[in-house]
């Protein structure tokens, strides 16, 4: 029977996976199309620049990656563990850097008097934000969505760019994070 995708991840047994993800339609993620001779070589920058982002925002180290002509490979280490020592204001920094955040952590951000209730709310999104820092899934929207939405503009067409969800592949054994 099937696994759920929350299922594959278990950290305890192991931190580090290698995921897939693959265009669709044919897509060239990089290099040159021979058919049309269009070169798409430039997306392997966008790739490796939010790589480098999403990997200083994230609890989540890259031990490799390899950028192909229509999928990429990462192997990541999760470290959960890592969230818990940021404090609401470094979570909730992090999570900006990324998204605008919600109206209430802008006025929190900006300096604004908030009632108890608000700090409350605010507290509860720094949660929420938490979890999404340490979740390889999240790890992976944030990097597919921005590309995928890039290379459909650029294509000029709509719809999906990569082949579903990746599945991430647990690695037993501990290979070593170098920095990107």
Avoid at 4 to 9: I, K, P, S
Avoid at 142 to 158: F, S, W, Y
């Amino acid at each position: 029977m099937p696994k759920a995708r929350a299922e594959l991840v278990c950290v305890s047994d192991t931190p580090f996976y290698h995921v897939i993800s693959r265009c669709v339609r044919r897509t060239f993620l990089c290099g040159k199309d021979r058919a049309t001779g269009r070169c798409y070589e430039h997306r392997r920058g966008w790739i490796e620049e939010r790589i480098r982002l999403l990997a200083s925002v994230f609890a989540v180290d890259i031990a490799a990656y390899a950028v192909m002509s229509n999928h990429y490979h990462l192997v990541v280490k999760l470290c959960p563990d890592d969230v818990e020592t940021w404090s609401n204001d470094e979570v909730l920094a992090r999570w900006c850097s990324l998204y605008k955040g919600p109206p209430l952590v802008q006025r929190y951000h900006r300096g604004d008097d908030l009632c108890p209730a608000e700090l409350r709310r605010v507290d509860e999104y720094a949660g929420t934000f938490r979890k999404r820092l340490a979740d390889l899934s999240w790890f992976m929207k944030c990097l597919n969505e921005p590309i995928a939405r890039q290379a459909n503009k650029e294509d000029e067409c709509t719809g999906h760019f990569y082949d579903g969800r990746p599945w991430p592949s647990p690695l037993r054994g501990q290979p070593s994070a170098v920095p990107i």
